[in-house]
Protein backbone atom coordinates (compact mmCIF):
# COMPACT_ATOMS: atom_id res chain seq x y z
CA UNK A 1 0.00 0.00 0.00
CA UNK A 2 2.82 2.70 0.96
CA UNK A 3 6.16 2.90 -0.72
CA UNK A 4 8.32 2.62 2.33
CA UNK A 5 11.86 4.22 2.85
CA UNK A 6 10.86 7.76 1.58
CA UNK A 7 11.53 10.91 3.03
CA UNK A 8 9.55 13.37 1.25
CA UNK A 9 9.54 17.31 0.76
CA UNK A 10 6.07 17.88 0.15
CA UNK A 11 4.05 20.46 -1.54
CA UNK A 12 0.84 20.55 -1.06
CA UNK A 13 -1.11 22.16 -4.31
CA UNK A 14 -4.73 22.26 -5.72
CA UNK A 15 -6.73 20.34 -5.38
CA UNK A 16 -9.93 19.72 -6.70
CA UNK A 17 -12.81 17.22 -4.50
CA UNK A 18 -15.63 17.79 -3.31
CA UNK A 19 -15.60 20.48 -1.52
CA UNK A 20 -12.89 22.51 -2.79
CA UNK A 21 -9.00 21.05 -1.40
CA UNK A 22 -7.90 17.84 -2.13
CA UNK A 23 -4.24 17.70 -1.75
CA UNK A 24 -1.66 16.49 -4.17
CA UNK A 25 1.61 15.42 -2.92
CA UNK A 26 4.66 16.08 -5.23
CA UNK A 27 7.28 14.40 -4.14
CA UNK A 28 11.13 14.25 -3.80
CA UNK A 29 11.89 11.38 -2.97
CA UNK A 30 15.42 11.36 -0.95
CA UNK A 31 15.58 7.35 -0.45
CA UNK A 32 16.27 7.61 2.92
CA UNK A 33 14.53 6.19 6.53
CA UNK A 34 13.71 8.33 8.98
CA UNK A 35 14.78 5.39 11.46
CA UNK A 36 12.10 2.77 12.19
CA UNK A 37 9.35 5.53 10.47
CA UNK A 38 8.41 5.02 6.74
CA UNK A 39 6.27 6.28 4.86
CA UNK A 40 2.72 5.60 3.65
CA UNK A 41 0.44 6.65 1.21
CA UNK A 42 -3.33 5.99 0.10
CA UNK A 43 -6.74 7.35 -2.10
CA UNK A 44 -9.92 5.85 -2.52
CA UNK A 45 -13.18 5.97 -1.99
CA UNK A 46 -14.44 6.64 1.59
CA UNK A 47 -17.80 8.97 3.01
CA UNK A 48 -18.53 9.72 -0.30
CA UNK A 49 -15.44 11.34 -1.59
CA UNK A 50 -11.92 10.85 -2.30
CA UNK A 51 -9.84 10.45 1.01
CA UNK A 52 -5.79 10.64 0.49
CA UNK A 53 -3.97 9.52 3.70
CA UNK A 54 0.11 10.21 4.05
CA UNK A 55 1.86 9.25 7.42
CA UNK A 56 5.01 8.87 8.37
CA UNK A 57 4.61 6.79 11.17
CA UNK A 58 6.14 3.25 12.70
CA UNK A 59 3.48 0.68 10.57
CA UNK A 60 2.74 3.21 8.51
CA UNK A 61 0.93 0.58 5.83
CA UNK A 62 -1.06 -0.76 8.47
CA UNK A 63 -1.83 3.21 9.92
CA UNK A 64 -2.87 4.22 6.71
CA UNK A 65 -5.08 1.15 6.03
CA UNK A 66 -6.57 1.48 9.98
CA UNK A 67 -7.71 4.80 9.17
CA UNK A 68 -8.97 3.86 5.63
CA UNK A 69 -11.11 0.90 7.71
CA UNK A 70 -12.19 3.69 10.11
CA UNK A 71 -14.05 6.04 7.67
CA UNK A 72 -15.83 2.73 5.85
CA UNK A 73 -16.94 2.52 8.96
CA UNK A 74 -18.07 5.97 9.87
CA UNK A 75 -19.32 6.92 6.77
CA UNK A 76 -22.28 3.66 7.50
CA UNK A 77 -22.37 5.58 10.95
CA UNK A 78 -23.48 8.87 10.11
CA UNK A 79 -25.43 7.93 6.87
CA UNK A 80 -29.51 9.34 7.28
CA UNK A 81 -30.26 7.16 4.30
CA UNK A 82 -29.24 3.88 6.07
CA UNK A 83 -32.01 1.79 6.75
CA UNK A 84 -32.27 1.24 10.50
CA UNK A 85 -29.26 3.10 10.83
CA UNK A 86 -29.64 5.40 14.27
CA UNK A 87 -30.01 8.92 12.04
CA UNK A 88 -32.44 6.83 9.88
CA UNK A 89 -34.06 5.63 13.08
CA UNK A 90 -34.02 9.05 14.88
CA UNK A 91 -35.50 11.05 11.84
CA UNK A 92 -38.83 8.43 12.09
CA UNK A 93 -39.22 8.38 15.64
CA UNK A 94 -42.09 11.19 15.91
CA UNK A 95 -40.97 12.74 18.84
CA UNK A 96 -40.17 9.80 20.64
CA UNK A 97 -36.53 9.18 22.27
CA UNK A 98 -34.26 7.69 20.43
CA UNK A 99 -31.43 5.80 22.18
CA UNK A 100 -28.00 6.43 19.90
CA UNK A 101 -24.93 5.30 19.43
CA UNK A 102 -22.27 7.53 21.80
CA UNK A 103 -20.13 8.65 18.57
CA UNK A 104 -23.24 9.29 16.63
CA UNK A 105 -25.07 11.01 20.11
CA UNK A 106 -21.42 13.11 20.59
CA UNK A 107 -21.09 14.50 16.97
CA UNK A 108 -25.21 15.44 17.11
CA UNK A 109 -24.55 17.57 20.44
CA UNK A 110 -21.24 19.20 18.84
CA UNK A 111 -23.79 20.12 15.85
CA UNK A 112 -26.41 21.34 18.14
CA UNK A 113 -23.59 23.42 19.91
CA UNK A 114 -22.25 24.89 16.81
CA UNK A 115 -25.89 25.95 15.66
CA UNK A 116 -26.16 28.02 19.19
CA UNK A 117 -22.69 28.90 17.81
CA UNK A 118 -22.90 30.28 14.70
CA UNK A 119 -26.59 31.69 15.47
CA UNK A 120 -28.34 29.05 13.31
CA UNK A 121 -26.66 29.79 10.38
CA UNK A 122 -25.11 26.18 10.39
CA UNK A 123 -28.27 24.23 11.39
CA UNK A 124 -28.23 20.04 11.40
CA UNK A 125 -32.00 20.54 11.03
CA UNK A 126 -31.73 21.43 7.05
CA UNK A 127 -32.18 18.13 5.64
CA UNK A 128 -35.95 18.38 4.19
CA UNK A 129 -34.68 22.25 2.16
CA UNK A 130 -31.66 20.28 1.11
CA UNK A 131 -34.15 17.35 -0.02
CA UNK A 132 -36.71 19.56 -1.20
CA UNK A 133 -34.23 21.56 -3.25
CA UNK A 134 -32.64 18.29 -4.64
CA UNK A 135 -29.06 19.00 -2.92
CA UNK A 136 -28.59 15.37 -2.94
CA UNK A 137 -26.22 13.69 -5.24
CA UNK A 138 -28.26 11.83 -8.37
CA UNK A 139 -27.29 7.99 -7.31
CA UNK A 140 -26.74 8.71 -3.91
CA UNK A 141 -30.23 9.17 -2.46
CA UNK A 142 -32.16 6.64 -0.66
CA UNK A 143 -29.47 4.26 0.14
CA UNK A 144 -29.66 3.42 -3.32
CA UNK A 145 -25.79 3.49 -3.80
CA UNK A 146 -24.12 4.18 -1.09
CA UNK A 147 -20.71 5.89 -1.83
CA UNK A 148 -17.88 4.27 -0.24
CA UNK A 149 -20.35 1.39 1.01
CA UNK A 150 -18.21 -2.01 0.02
CA UNK A 151 -14.82 -0.23 -0.72
CA UNK A 152 -12.72 -2.13 0.95
CA UNK A 153 -8.81 -1.60 1.98
CA UNK A 154 -7.89 -3.25 -1.19
CA UNK A 155 -9.64 -0.88 -3.42
CA UNK A 156 -7.33 1.46 -2.13
CA UNK A 157 -4.22 -0.34 -2.91
CA UNK A 158 -3.20 -0.24 -7.26
CA UNK A 159 -2.33 2.77 -9.41
CA UNK A 160 -4.88 2.12 -11.37
CA UNK A 161 -7.23 2.41 -8.64
CA UNK A 162 -5.63 5.96 -7.53
CA UNK A 163 -6.15 7.28 -10.93
CA UNK A 164 -9.54 5.80 -11.24
CA UNK A 165 -10.58 7.45 -7.92
CA UNK A 166 -8.65 10.30 -8.97
CA UNK A 167 -10.27 10.94 -12.78
CA UNK A 168 -13.87 11.62 -11.85
CA UNK A 169 -12.83 14.14 -8.97
CA UNK A 170 -10.56 16.32 -11.35
CA UNK A 171 -13.42 16.44 -13.82
CA UNK A 172 -15.31 18.19 -11.40
CA UNK A 173 -12.74 21.33 -11.41
CA UNK A 174 -14.55 22.12 -14.82
CA UNK A 175 -17.11 24.13 -14.62
CA UNK A 176 -19.48 20.84 -14.23
CA UNK A 177 -20.69 20.38 -10.91
CA UNK A 178 -21.92 17.17 -9.49
CA UNK A 179 -25.38 16.24 -11.01
CA UNK A 180 -27.68 16.98 -8.43
CA UNK A 181 -31.15 15.86 -8.02
CA UNK A 182 -32.29 19.17 -8.35
CA UNK A 183 -32.94 21.50 -11.83
CA UNK A 184 -35.53 24.40 -10.62
CA UNK A 185 -35.90 26.52 -7.27
CA UNK A 186 -38.96 24.09 -5.46
CA UNK A 187 -42.64 25.47 -5.58
CA UNK A 188 -42.84 28.22 -2.70
CA UNK A 189 -45.80 26.71 -0.42
CA UNK A 190 -43.38 23.84 -0.20
CA UNK A 191 -40.37 25.81 0.50
CA UNK A 192 -42.67 27.48 3.51
CA UNK A 193 -43.66 23.96 4.64
CA UNK A 194 -39.98 22.50 4.79
CA UNK A 195 -39.25 25.71 6.50
CA UNK A 196 -41.12 25.44 9.69
CA UNK A 197 -39.36 22.14 10.19
CA UNK A 198 -35.75 23.47 10.27
CA UNK A 199 -35.08 24.61 13.97
CA UNK A 200 -31.91 22.84 15.98
CA UNK A 201 -33.48 24.67 19.03
CA UNK A 202 -36.17 21.96 19.34
CA UNK A 203 -33.59 18.93 19.43
CA UNK A 204 -33.71 17.68 23.05
CA UNK A 205 -30.40 15.30 24.39
CA UNK A 206 -30.95 13.49 27.30
CA UNK A 207 -27.00 12.67 27.22
CA UNK A 208 -27.18 10.74 31.07
CA UNK A 209 -29.20 7.87 28.90
CA UNK A 210 -27.65 8.53 25.66
CA UNK A 211 -30.80 9.15 23.75
CA UNK A 212 -32.91 12.06 21.58
CA UNK A 213 -35.51 13.05 20.38
CA UNK A 214 -36.69 15.87 17.57
CA UNK A 215 -39.52 18.23 18.37
CA UNK A 216 -41.25 18.92 15.44
CA UNK A 217 -43.09 16.05 13.83
CA UNK A 218 -41.41 15.66 10.37
CA UNK A 219 -38.53 17.22 11.10
CA UNK A 220 -34.73 15.33 10.32
CA UNK A 221 -31.74 15.62 10.93
CA UNK A 222 -28.17 15.66 8.90
CA UNK A 223 -24.77 14.94 10.27
CA UNK A 224 -23.44 14.85 6.56
CA UNK A 225 -22.22 18.55 7.23
CA UNK A 226 -20.04 17.84 10.10
CA UNK A 227 -19.16 13.84 9.01
CA UNK A 228 -16.02 14.44 7.09
CA UNK A 229 -14.74 16.92 9.46
CA UNK A 230 -15.46 14.09 12.37
CA UNK A 231 -13.75 11.30 10.08
CA UNK A 232 -10.38 13.37 9.86
CA UNK A 233 -10.25 14.36 13.51
CA UNK A 234 -10.90 10.18 14.22
CA UNK A 235 -7.94 9.60 11.67
CA UNK A 236 -5.51 12.17 13.31
CA UNK A 237 -6.35 10.47 16.49
CA UNK A 238 -5.61 7.17 15.11
CA UNK A 239 -2.52 8.16 13.52
CA UNK A 240 -0.99 10.16 16.97
CA UNK A 241 -2.02 7.13 18.50
CA UNK A 242 0.28 4.84 16.48
CA UNK A 243 2.94 7.15 17.07
CA UNK A 244 2.73 8.88 13.57
CA UNK A 245 5.62 11.78 13.04
CA UNK A 246 3.50 13.77 10.67
CA UNK A 247 0.46 13.11 8.15
CA UNK A 248 -2.21 14.67 6.27
CA UNK A 249 -5.82 13.42 5.79
CA UNK A 250 -7.75 15.04 2.97
CA UNK A 251 -11.25 14.01 2.78
CA UNK A 252 -12.46 15.56 -0.28
CA UNK A 253 -11.68 19.25 1.13
CA UNK A 254 -11.69 18.42 4.30
CA UNK A 255 -8.04 18.07 5.93
CA UNK A 256 -6.03 17.64 9.02
CA UNK A 257 -2.67 18.72 8.74
CA UNK A 258 -0.30 16.38 11.45
CA UNK A 259 2.70 17.57 12.55
CA UNK A 260 5.24 19.69 10.15
CA UNK A 261 6.53 18.87 6.87
CA UNK A 262 9.87 16.78 7.10
CA UNK A 263 12.10 19.98 7.31
CA UNK A 264 10.02 21.32 10.25
CA UNK A 265 8.40 23.79 8.25
CA UNK A 266 4.38 23.87 8.31
CA UNK A 267 2.14 22.04 5.35
CA UNK A 268 1.12 23.73 2.61
CA UNK A 269 -2.20 23.41 1.40
CA UNK A 270 -3.24 24.93 -1.82
CA UNK A 271 -6.58 26.60 -1.83
CA UNK A 272 -8.37 25.95 -5.39
CA UNK A 273 -9.86 28.90 -7.24
CA UNK A 274 -13.56 28.97 -6.88
CA UNK A 275 -13.83 30.51 -10.67
CA UNK A 276 -10.51 29.22 -12.64
CA UNK A 277 -11.00 25.82 -13.20
CA UNK A 278 -7.45 24.13 -12.14
CA UNK A 279 -5.57 27.00 -10.35
CA UNK A 280 -4.80 28.20 -7.29
CA UNK A 281 -6.24 31.27 -4.90
CA UNK A 282 -3.49 30.94 -2.32
CA UNK A 283 -1.78 28.80 -0.26
CA UNK A 284 -2.47 28.08 3.96
CA UNK A 285 0.24 27.55 5.74
CA UNK A 286 -0.89 25.04 8.59
CA UNK A 287 0.47 22.83 11.72
CA UNK A 288 -1.61 20.68 13.89
CA UNK A 289 -4.90 22.03 12.51
CA UNK A 290 -7.98 21.43 10.74
CA UNK A 291 -8.90 23.11 7.61
CA UNK A 292 -12.23 22.90 5.38
CA UNK A 293 -13.55 24.50 2.64
CA UNK A 294 -17.31 25.26 1.19
CA UNK A 295 -17.58 26.94 -1.91
CA UNK A 296 -20.51 27.43 -4.28
CA UNK A 297 -18.58 25.47 -7.16
CA UNK A 298 -19.19 21.72 -6.74
CA UNK A 299 -22.84 20.89 -5.97
CA UNK A 300 -25.01 23.12 -7.62
CA UNK A 301 -27.74 23.25 -10.75
CA UNK A 302 -28.03 26.94 -12.71
CA UNK A 303 -31.86 27.67 -13.55
CA UNK A 304 -32.32 30.68 -15.76
CA UNK A 305 -28.74 31.96 -15.69
CA UNK A 306 -28.54 31.84 -11.72
CA UNK A 307 -26.17 29.50 -9.90
CA UNK A 308 -28.15 27.80 -7.06
CA UNK A 309 -25.50 26.02 -4.46
CA UNK A 310 -25.75 22.97 -2.10
CA UNK A 311 -25.78 25.51 1.47
CA UNK A 312 -29.00 27.43 2.44
CA UNK A 313 -29.86 30.05 4.74
CA UNK A 314 -31.77 27.86 7.37
CA UNK A 315 -33.79 30.95 7.71
CA UNK A 316 -34.79 32.18 4.13
CA UNK A 317 -34.68 28.54 2.61
CA UNK A 318 -32.83 29.49 0.07
CA UNK A 319 -28.99 29.03 -0.92
CA UNK A 320 -26.63 31.34 0.53
CA UNK A 321 -24.68 33.42 -2.38
CA UNK A 322 -23.03 36.20 -0.82
CA UNK A 323 -19.76 34.67 -0.89
CA UNK A 324 -18.30 31.63 -3.50
CA UNK A 325 -15.49 30.20 -0.97
CA UNK A 326 -15.13 30.13 2.55
CA UNK A 327 -11.96 28.26 3.85
CA UNK A 328 -12.04 28.10 7.85
CA UNK A 329 -8.83 27.20 9.99
CA UNK A 330 -9.86 25.22 13.08
CA UNK A 331 -8.64 23.05 16.31
CA UNK A 332 -10.66 20.38 15.09
CA UNK A 333 -12.41 18.93 11.39
CA UNK A 334 -15.83 19.24 13.25
CA UNK A 335 -15.46 22.86 13.87
CA UNK A 336 -13.59 23.76 10.49
CA UNK A 337 -16.81 21.77 8.57
CA UNK A 338 -19.46 23.17 10.39
CA UNK A 339 -17.80 26.98 10.42
CA UNK A 340 -16.91 27.06 6.75
CA UNK A 341 -20.98 25.96 6.15
CA UNK A 342 -21.77 28.24 8.88
CA UNK A 343 -19.77 31.69 7.67
CA UNK A 344 -20.52 30.87 3.89
CA UNK A 345 -24.47 31.13 5.27
CA UNK A 346 -23.45 34.51 7.43
CA UNK A 347 -21.50 35.81 4.22
CA UNK A 348 -18.37 38.58 4.77
CA UNK A 349 -19.16 40.78 7.57
CA UNK A 350 -21.07 38.82 10.04
CA UNK A 351 -19.39 35.53 8.99
CA UNK A 352 -15.89 37.37 9.67
CA UNK A 353 -16.94 38.81 12.95
CA UNK A 354 -17.45 35.03 13.92
CA UNK A 355 -14.65 34.19 12.93
CA UNK A 356 -12.60 36.54 14.60
CA UNK A 357 -14.57 36.17 17.90
CA UNK A 358 -13.59 32.46 18.57
CA UNK A 359 -10.08 31.29 19.69
CA UNK A 360 -8.15 29.10 17.00
CA UNK A 361 -10.40 30.11 14.11
CA UNK A 362 -9.52 31.58 10.80
CA UNK A 363 -10.28 31.87 7.54
CA UNK A 364 -10.47 32.64 3.98
CA UNK A 365 -13.52 34.29 2.54
CA UNK A 366 -13.82 35.05 -1.05
CA UNK A 367 -17.11 36.94 -2.27
CA UNK A 368 -18.78 37.03 -5.22
CA UNK A 369 -16.50 39.61 -7.15
CA UNK A 370 -13.30 37.68 -6.12
CA UNK A 371 -12.73 40.34 -3.37
CA UNK A 372 -10.62 37.82 -0.92
CA UNK A 373 -10.53 39.11 2.83
CA UNK A 374 -8.35 37.16 5.16
CA UNK A 375 -8.75 36.91 9.22
CA UNK A 376 -6.16 38.61 11.30
CA UNK A 377 -4.72 35.03 12.79
CA UNK A 378 -3.74 33.97 9.19
CA UNK A 379 -1.31 36.93 8.31
CA UNK A 380 1.76 35.84 7.19
CA UNK A 381 0.24 32.61 6.83
CA UNK A 382 -1.28 32.67 3.92
CA UNK A 383 0.30 33.55 -0.06
CA UNK A 384 -2.12 34.67 -2.40
CA UNK A 385 -1.23 34.01 -6.03
CA UNK A 386 -1.18 37.17 -8.04
CA UNK A 387 -4.19 38.34 -9.49
CA UNK A 388 -6.36 36.65 -8.22
P1 LIG B 1 -19.92 19.18 1.10
O1 LIG B 1 -21.16 18.40 1.42
O2 LIG B 1 -19.81 19.50 -0.34
O3 LIG B 1 -18.70 18.61 1.71
P2 LIG B 1 -20.13 21.21 3.16
O4 LIG B 1 -19.21 20.60 4.12
O5 LIG B 1 -20.01 22.66 2.92
O6 LIG B 1 -20.09 20.60 1.73
O7 LIG B 1 -21.58 20.87 3.69
C1 LIG B 1 -22.70 21.17 2.92
C2 LIG B 1 -23.77 20.18 3.20
O8 LIG B 1 -24.36 20.48 4.44
C3 LIG B 1 -24.88 20.28 2.19
O9 LIG B 1 -24.72 19.33 1.17
C4 LIG B 1 -26.12 20.06 3.02
O10 LIG B 1 -26.42 18.69 3.12
C5 LIG B 1 -25.75 20.56 4.36
N1 LIG B 1 -26.11 21.95 4.60
C6 LIG B 1 -26.46 22.90 3.70
N2 LIG B 1 -26.71 24.06 4.31
C7 LIG B 1 -26.54 23.85 5.62
C8 LIG B 1 -26.66 24.67 6.80
N3 LIG B 1 -26.99 25.95 6.71
N4 LIG B 1 -26.41 24.10 7.98
C9 LIG B 1 -26.04 22.80 8.08
N5 LIG B 1 -25.92 21.98 7.04
C10 LIG B 1 -26.14 22.50 5.82
MG1 LIG C 1 -19.20 21.95 5.93
Known sequence: ??????????????????????????????????????????????????????????????????????????????????????????????????????????LLQEAVRLAEVSGGAFDPTVAPLIDLWGFVEEGTHAHDDEPGAGD????????????????????????????LVGVEPPDPAALAAALELVDYRTIEIDAA??????????????????????????????????????????????IYALGTRVDGAPWRLGIRHPRKSGQLLGILHVSDAAVATSGDYERYFEYQGVRYSHIVDPKTGWPANELVSVTIVAPSGVWADALATAVFVLGKEKGLALIEALPGVDGILVDRDLGVTVSSGLHGRVDLMEGV
Open 209 to 254: HGRARLGILGQAVDLGAVAKGYGVDRAAELLRARGAVRGLVDLGGD
Open 152 to 179: DGAAHDTPDEVSNAAAPTTSNTSSSPTR
Open 1 to 106: MGKRGRVGVWIIIAVVAGVGLLGIGLRKTTGEAVGAVSRAETIGLTMGTVARVVVDAPEADGAVAQVMQELDRLSVLFDRFRPFGDVAALNASRGEWVTLSPEVLA
